[in-house]
């Protein structure tokens, strides 16, 4: 049985070492990709034959693929767009869902069944074969992809938003603002909505991980980004031919976006633990 | 407890039907699969023949009648590529991604589940620290990235393994060990989580006070209360691990069921893909059912009204 | 020739907590004779159950026993072993915990957790153990026994369930029995009912008890010697007589003088205003003096030493144990 050691308090201090870089790193892969057209030293889609795989060097630190081009700058417009791509679809499937959600738990009745029907739907399908079949059905452009992406994420805004306003509509300030004639949607704006504002905000920030992946996922697959747009996904899978001669190819984007991935699931776990500590892990 | 169940499986077949409708709507999209089924040089008149032949020029509430009742009687149309129902191209492949999935599912448990009451019991020391970390790893990478790292180490620089391919158990360690790694740190993440609560209980307190030796306490008395969430989450993980079987199947030349529906849709060969994803949407809606109904028949102390 | 079950010398026990490190129990010292009950009182947080947890060596993670003995029978009980102390506890020293709704594990049936404590310590099997454990159940007064066996524990009251617990703890004949706040959680009429059950099983027994309570009714009606902790201090002890017709120490003298009498017509009760110091840095005088009306500065500044009263025992570290109370 292991004995009870003298405690101390310096549990505390990893902790916030690890925020602290956590954030940091989120913060400089985001400068870097907003930054991408005046930070990096080639064009991520300069060619030059004669440099072609080479490998890590200070001209070239991450190498160099098949064509000669630069993997640390294509790394970096991958950022862009990988990032690009994982914002926008979780804002849309947050937004949409996040008040979906907010609408159906609030009502009930049968609206809020269908509404639960339709996520189970989503539910039912793993996202990754959802996505592929409906990327494989109207097409793979940046912004199908965008839509798809949202598609396959949104039930679970839905259904977490739609248990916190379950909670929050019997409360006693939301009794008194219907006896005081205010109409539901006030009621949502005012009440429900500003109040399930936490828990959204530790969905949003643990779901831009889950989104990152996935579209790496589709884009290695062939069905995500297009070539020639770098996105972490492609580059991983244009370095796959090339494993065993120049492995930095495929190496270097995929220890980039793993790093940006923990950082924002550290993130992610701190603004829960700040905000929601009671969310479960299920969703 | 009856009433509870009937209702989870009305729920279950609302959402069947939903799925259908809206396969045969997202098909119907796609657009006319005449152009596809029949040589470049065929005029409109012949496309138009076998438009009649389809059924395509019908109404189309008549289509989706048709529709169902071919699904019904599981015909799902001719898949173009292989020249066989499409319902046959895909059962055919679903014993190998079985295999891989469930072979990743055990792995994760086997790994998981150990490594979360380790980490729970010795909580803060260095052997936590281990486990926490092999959890955020798993849970920072895609499993495709985890499969090419293990070619490269294990069969390009060590040349232990094969780089892929489906022939005896060396081929299925690194695609399954890739492939669970995400599920089983999250295994590991919720078994810890509820392990500690359950150690924190007063009746666990109980039993260390009836002289019950330690490993006994952790073993039958803790980890049969801290399992009852960890059992829901091993079910839900099957269609995370599916979806990773996808990736996984084509990084190393894994002969199943992602991998023909990659290339069925890489060939525009959509009936096989459509057979697919129904397969995949009912049964795991009732995988989803039975987890549920499960569920509720471990816990005692739970009486759904 | 009664010499003490357990003496409990300077014990101090350590919490880490996330503001600091609390002292939860403080220079701790007292014994217990055979077939004695001591009551241990105080208000929440005064280090009681603590204190409890520390004879057993079963403080949560955060806790650790920084100083003292925990003598039993003659054997220091914070230098065994895990191993050693398995043996000990739920053999020769039982404990009932406060909270009967959760102090049973929810997944086994009450036959099942009974039996174990004779599966482990007395190694019965079978038919025997079962007998065994209908003949602890009836001891503890749980009616239809023999139907009960397979039963979940989410089936019974919170009074049957404190039973059980009883049942289990008192099965193997332990020497010292510690009961936790027993009955707080419980309605007041089953209160009585469980501390009656504990007497006749310590009366038929022989075994001594620790009971650990804010109740004075119970102390007086059910124990023999009484310790006062407040803040993780003994602040008097003595004789449960001695303590209560001629209390020393003006928390105590409080706390008697707060129990509202039938006889007595009364427009507000009396309490005693004011909330216990922090333990992370503890004031370097009385601690109750925050609180206390006849305090001055020495009280303040000076811990107090022992003032002893009459040869049984009786004590008290406050400097004003004399003085009327305005």
Redesign the interface.
């Known amino acids: ?9 310096s ?2 201090l990893a902790k916030k070492i690890q925020i602290v870089m956590a954030v940091s790193l989120l913060v400089i892969i985001i400068l870097a990709a907003l930054l991408a057209p005046f930070i990096v030293p080639y064009g991520p889609t300069d060619m030059s034959l004669g440099d072609s795989l080479k490998p890590p060097s200070w001209a070239h630190p991450f190498g160099t693929d098949s064509l000669g081009r630069d993997i640390l700058s294509r790394t970096i417009y991958g950022a862009r767009i990988s990032l690009f791509v994982a914002f926008c679809a979780v804002f849309i499937a947050g937004t949409t869902g996040g008040i979906l959600g907010i609408v159906a738990g609030y009502f009930g009745g049968f609206w809020d069944a269908l509404l ?3 996520a ?2 989503q ?8 996505a ?7 097409g793979p452009s940046l912004t199908n992809l965008i839509i798809v992406l949202s598609l396959a994420n949104w039930a679970r805004f839905s259904r977490v938003m739609r248990s916190e306003a379950l909670s929050l509509r019997t409360r006693d300030y939301v009794l008194l603002s219907r006896l005081s004639g205010a109409s539901h949607l006030r009621i949502m704006v005012q009440h429900i909505a500003p109040n399930a504002m936490g828990t959204f905000i530790v969905l949003v920030t643990l779901d831009v ?1 889950i989104v990152i ?1 996935l579209e ?2 589709l884009s ?4 995500g980004v297009q070539p020639p747009d770098p996105s972490w ?1 492609t580059l ?1 899978a244009d370095g ?1 031919e090339y ?2 001669t120049a ?1 930095w190819i ?2 270097f984007p ?1 220890i980039v ?3 940006t ?2 950082a924002g ?2 993130t992610g776990d701190f603004v829960r633990d700040k905000l929601s500590p009671t969310l479960s ?2 969703w | 407890m009856f009433n509870y169940a009937l209702r989870r499986v009305a729920q279950s077949l609302i959402t069947i039907f939903i799925v259908i409708v809206l396969i045969f709507v997202i098909v119907r999209i796609v657009g006319d699969p005449t152009h596809i089924m029949l040589a470049p040089e065929a005029t409109e008149a012949d496309r138009q023949v076998l438009r009649e032949i389809l059924g395509l020029d019908k109404p189309l509430l008549v289509q989706f009648m048709r529709f169902l009742g071919d699904m019904l009687s599981g015909n799902f149309g001719m898949s173009y590529a292989f020249n066989q129902p499409a319902m046959t191209v895909v059962l055919d492949r679903v014993p190998e991604t079985a295999l891989l999935t469930f072979s990743a599912l055990a792995l994760a448990t086997v790994i998981g589940i150990p490594l979360g009451v380790i980490s729970a019991v010795y909580r803060d020391t260095w052997i936590d620290v281990v486990g926490k970390l092999f959890a955020v790893v798993g849970q920072s990478a895609p499993p495709f990235l985890f499969g090419l790292v293990f070619i490269l180490l294990f069969s390009v620089k060590l040349g232990w393994l094969p780089t892929g391919g489906f022939e005896g158990p060396e081929t299925l360690i690194m695609p399954a060990l890739a492939l669970g790694w995400y599920s089983a740190a999250g295994i590991m993440r919720l078994t810890r989580s509820s392990m500690s609560e359950v150690l924190e209980s007063e009746y666990i307190k109980m039993a260390k006070v009836k002289g019950i030796p330690y490993h006994v306490v952790i073993t039958k008395h803790a980890l049969k209360n801290a399992c009852l969430p960890v059992i829901t989450f091993m079910g839900l993980q099957l269609g995370v691990l599916l979806g990773g079987a996808v990736s996984i199947e084509a990084v190393f030349a894994w002969p199943g069921l992602g991998s023909v529906i990659l290339n069925s849709i890489a060939g525009l060969d959509y009936t096989v893909v459509q057979a697919a994803v129904t397969l995949i949407a009912i049964a795991f809606t009732v995988i989803n059912l039975i987890v549920d109904l499960l569920y509720s028949m471990i816990d005692p102390r739970i009486q759904y009204a | 020739m009664n010499e003490d079950l357990l003496k409990v010398e300077n014990l101090t026990t350590y919490l880490a907590s996330r503001a600091g490190i609390v002292t939860a129990v403080d220079d701790v010292s007292f014994s217990l004779k055979r077939n004695r009950t001591l009551a241990l009182v105080g208000e929440s947080g005064s280090g009681k159950s603590m204190t409890c947890l520390s004879i057993e060596n079963l403080l949560p993670q955060n806790g650790k026993v920084a100083g003292g003995r925990v003598l039993f029978k003659g054997e220091d009980l914070l230098k065994k072993s895990s191993k050693e102390m398995e043996k000990i506890r739920g053999r020769e020293i039982g404990m009932i915990l406060q909270d009967p709704m959760t102090s049973l594990n929810p997944l086994f049936t009450i036959g099942h957790q009974v039996g174990e404590v004779f599966r482990y310590h007395k190694n019965l099997r079978g038919e025997a153990l079962k007998k065994a454990v209908i003949e602890v159940l009836e001891k503890a007064q749980i009616p239809a026994v023999a139907e009960r066996l397979n039963s979940y524990p989410h089936e019974f009251s919170g009074g049957m369930r404190q039973r059980v617990a009883i049942a289990i703890n008192v099965a193997c004949g332990p020497d010292l029995l510690i009961a936790d706040e027993p009955t707080t959680a419980l309605d007041v009429t089953v209160q009585l009912q469980i501390l009656r059950v504990l007497r006749e099983l310590q009366q038929s027994s022989g075994m001594s008890m620790i009971l650990v309570t804010h109740d004075l009714n119970l102390v007086e009606r059910f124990a023999d010697e009484v310790a006062i902790m407040y803040a993780g201090k003994i602040v008097e002890q003595g004789s449960v007589k001695e303590v209560f017709t001629r209390p020393m120490h003006v928390y105590t003298r409080s706390l008697l003088a707060a129990i509202p009498r039938l006889d007595e017509k009364v427009d507000r009760l009396r309490t005693v205003p004011g909330q216990p110091p922090s333990l992370i840095n503890p004031p370097p005088g009385c601690r109750f003096a925050v609180r206390c009306t006849l305090a001055d500065d020495k009280c303040r500044t000076e811990y107090p030493d022992w003032t002893k009263d009459g040869k049984q025992g009786h004590q008290a570290t406050c400097w004003k144990a004399g003085e009327a109370i305005k």
């Open positions: 049985m292991p004995e009870n050691k003298t405690p101390t308090r549990s505390g639960m029907r339709f189970d739907v539910f039912s399908l793993p996202a990754v074969i959802l592929l079949f409906l990327v494989g059905s109207l991980g992946i790496a996922t290695f697959l062939g069905l996904g991983i796959r494993l065993s492995w495929a190496i995929g976006l793993m790093l991935v923990l699931n550290t892990a299920r």
